[in-house]
């Protein structure tokens, strides 16, 4: 059969992305231009901002990812593109690319769930890796527990009923004047800290499948003021360290009780917190005592990116998906 090129665009928040990829699971290019600097100043990512820079950016992105796969535009077979969920200004920016293009080259266009985009970066990251398994999605937008039956077949297990797990990161960060995105950086100051120096509480909600991290959050807050009415220092470190350790505790155990209770051998990680050093080590861990085998993308894959949009892309056009040019921005899109 003849190799099927994918050309993938994705401009869902504050990263303007395009890839190639050779018959969905083989990246030939994937760029990355990320306006974290820009919105840094502002403590997040301002809307209006994101849309401007991706249609500065979207043309040189797409360029630089066919230049660098080594292709030419006639030899793309397919254009895959986020429809959401995201910023609806910033979604707009890549599917009106994309339609433009797919339009221009005679080409199908395939509108990817963005949330699909980042489980299926495991298919990139592990060329063996087949439905079923359980997922972790785990972002700044979404906290979601997926039983993946087949490809593009999705069961919803749990939710978060209340913060983004990568959004409770970000806002205890923000609490402790640490900088944006908070993720990472809360992340690098952990491995200084003692994770049981200050006991926060684990939302297990009655052991189902859902998630809150809206308790946890007040409880770091309330801690911070605390200290600060005190005029005690705050440790940092010590902070950092116990606040990951309640979250992962939370999100690692969630994802391996379901995949040994749904009796699947394999549970996937997947979103920007799937970057996180605790939760990755400590998923790990849970996995083996259970039998449960883990797979998570390398951290370039966890962020936002476009070649996960087109690996998910081309399963859906496999599956016989194509749409048409009034295919529009749904930015509360559910998987
Ligand atoms: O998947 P992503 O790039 O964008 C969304 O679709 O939301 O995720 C971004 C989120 C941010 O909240 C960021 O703080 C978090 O992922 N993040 C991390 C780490 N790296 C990124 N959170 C914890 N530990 C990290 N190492
Ligand atoms: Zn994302």
Known sequence: ?????????????????????????????????????????????????????????????????????????????????????????????????????????????????????????????????????????????????????????????????????????DKVARAMELGYPGGPIIDRLAKEGDPKAIEFPRAYIDDGYDFSFSGIKSAVLNYLNAKRMKKEEIPVADVAASFQDAVTDVLASKAVKAASEKGYKTVTLSGGVASNSGLREKIQKFGEEKGVDVKFPPPVLCTDNAAMIGCAGYYRYLKGRVDGMDLNAVPNLQI
């Open 1 to 169: 059969m003849k190799d099927l090129i994918t050309l993938a665009i994705e401009s869902s928040c504050d990263e303007t992305a395009a890839s190639v990829l050779k018959n969905g699971r083989e990246v030939l290019s994937n760029i990355i231009s990320t306006q974290i600097d820009i919105h840094k100043k502002f403590g997040g990512v301002v809307p209006e901002v994101a849309s401007r820079k991706h249609v500065e950016n979207i043309d040189i992105v797409v360029q630089q990812a066919i230049d660098e796969a080594g292709i030419e535009m006639n030899d793309i077979d397919m254009i895959a593109v986020t429809y959401g969920p995201g910023l609806v200004g910033a979604l707009l920016v890549g599917l009106s690319y994309a339609k433009a293009m797919a339009y221009a080259l005679d080409v199908p266009l395939v509108g990817v769930n963005h949330i699909e985009g980042h489980l299926s970066a495991n298919y990139i990251a592990h060329k063996e890796l087949e439905p079923p398994f359980v997922t972790l999605i785990v972002s700044g937008g979404h906290t979601h527990l997926v039983e993946v039956k087949d490809y593009g077949e999705y069961e919803i297990l749990g939710r978060t009923r209340d913060d983004a797990s990568g959004e409770a990161f």
